[in-house]
């Protein structure tokens, strides 16, 4: 157990709607990190907050965001759903602000956009 | 930010060593060499992380030569559980705005 919370497991949804998965990072971790891994696409890094701020940006669709909230918990919301969306959604931490470094990622979230 | 390549797949036998390397022509003076571990509907696990020569940890040691330009993760006496797949991962520790984990290489330990 990594110690990073992701919910929900699983989520299944239709294309054009709007979903929000959660990350509670590890107690006392003030980074936190989206990721995206496809079949096709590999592990993709979304973004990263740091202590509420946005830190870094990667391959962040304009229909996704993201937000840390005081608590430090995260969300990433995924809007105008398509199919192409269906993906694990894993979410890390880590005690750092920096990019590369040692982060403890969740169990993921896995996305069907049918 | 340097990308990387690795081989897809290797396959060994369980109690062997085994080396995986990762190339990393562009590696920049910041950079630091990761490598993490993903098990099947996981998420990646840390494994080590270097900067140049040779690290050690309790799972594994990760050599990285002078020029930097490739480095190789080291695993020994593996069992049926280090079948996984392990990504390496360039970049410095402040971040260019992205980071790259690459396709992974897929390692299949045989009993």
């Known amino acids: 157990d990594s110690g990073v919370t992701q919910t929900p497991k699983h989520l299944i949804t239709a294309t054009g709607q709007r979903v929000t998965l959660r990350c509670s990072p590890r107690?006392?971790?003030?980074?936190v990190y989206w990721y995206q891994q496809s079949l096709d696409q590999g592990l993709q890094f979304l973004i990263q907050y740091y202590n509420g701020e946005e830190r870094a940006k990667g391959n962040i669709l304009e229909r996704f965001s993201a937000q840390q909230f005081p608590d430090l918990h995260s969300e990433l919301n995924l809007s105008s759903l398509e199919l192409g969306d269906s993906a694990l959604y894993f979410c890390a931490s880590s005690v750092t602000p920096y990019l590369n470094t040692e982060a403890f990622f969740g169990q993921g979230t896995r996305l069907t956009v049918v | 930010l340097a990308k990387t390549t690795q081989p897809i797949s290797m396959d060994s036998y369980e109690g062997q060593e085994v080396n995986i390397t990762c190339s990393h022509n562009n590696i920049a003076t910041n950079d630091y060499i990761t490598w993490y571990q993903q098990f099947p509907s996981q998420g990646p696990r840390f494994i080590i992380q270097g900067y140049k020569t040779k690290v050690t940890n309790e799972v594994a040691s990760l050599f990285i030569p002078a020029d930097r330009k490739s480095s190789t993760l080291s695993l020994p006496r593996v069992s049926l559980s280090d079948t996984a797949v392990y990504y390496c991962?360039?970049?410095?520790?402040?971040?260019?705005?992205?980071?790259?984990f690459g396709t992974g290489t897929r390692l299949t330990v045989i009993p």
């Open positions: 107690s006392g971790d003030l980074s």
């Open positions: 991962l360039v970049g410095d520790e402040a971040g260019a705005n992205n980071l790259f």
